[in-house]
């Protein structure tokens, strides 16, 4: 266990389903990140937030909305996704910027229909 | 070729021997880290080693540094089939920000 939780663990919608994706983390870390990680392919930074406000987008398109309400829960608000978009979603905490490893969730298996 | 990038993408070793994994990267680094993540599960991490250390040991694992050759290894010496897993190295650039970029990963496999 890493303190890292994410909820749920397997997740199948339709093209056409609103879904959500949580993350938790009472390790009083700082920052917090969703990242994806297709098949055969480098794990894909999607965003960052710090201390509740988001430092980084990574050209992420607009069918994914984080949310982060406070420093120990995040949010990935999913909608009108497509089959492309299945992948493992994963989520990582770390106490400060650029200076301490991150800790990952067990991630969400995610597939679109 | 992308930052963190592993060499080889796959390795199939006994047990009992010794695996090694190489990245490399492109840019300037304050840090490298090695994760490794059990099939359909989260990283784990394994290792950090600063941009001013060469070589760092933990347990059955050493990780070496050349930042001169924007590169790193890591060895597991003695493997166990417990030690089938992907293994990725990550780097945060030296500019401060909040980005990690990792590698593609190198799959290990020890045969019992």
């Known amino acids: 266990e890493t303190g890292v939780t994410q909820t749920p663990r397997h997740l199948v919608m339709g093209m056409t389903n609103k879904k959500s994706l949580k993350c938790e983390q009472h390790l009083g870390h700082n920052a917090m990140y969703w990242y994806k990680q297709s098949a055969k392919k480098p794990l894909e930074l999607m965003f960052v937030y710090s201390l509740e406000e988001r430092v980084e987008n990574n050209s992420v398109p607009s069918r994914f909305s984080p949310e982060c309400p406070n420093s120990s829960h995040l949010f990935l608000h999913l909608h009108t996704l497509q089959p492309e978009d299945s992948a493992l979603y994963l989520c990582?905490?770390?106490?400060?910027?650029?200076?301490?490893?991150?800790?990952f969730g067990p991630g969400t298996r995610l597939t679109v229909l | 070729s992308q930052q963190g990038e592993e060499d080889p993408q796959a390795l199939s070793i006994q047990e009992g021997e010794n695996a090694t994994m190489n990245c490399s990267y492109k840019t300037s680094i304050n840090n490298l880290q090695w994760y490794r993540q059990n099939s359909g599960r989260g990283l784990v991490h394994l290792i950090l080693?600063?941009?001013?250390?060469r070589e760092k040991h933990s347990g059955r694992l050493r990780v070496t540094l050349d930042t001169s050759k924007k590169s790193s290894s890591l060895l597991i010496t003695a493997s166990r089939a417990a030690d089938t897993a992907s293994y990725f190295c990550?780097?945060?650039?030296?500019?401060?920000?909040?980005?990690?970029?990792f590698g593609a990963g190198t799959r290990l496999f020890v045969k019992a």
């Open positions: 080693i600063r941009s001013n250390e």
């Open positions: 990582a905490s770390r106490l400060a910027r650029n200076t301490d490893t991150q800790y």
């Open positions: 990550a780097t945060d650039d030296a500019t401060g920000g909040f980005k990690t970029i």
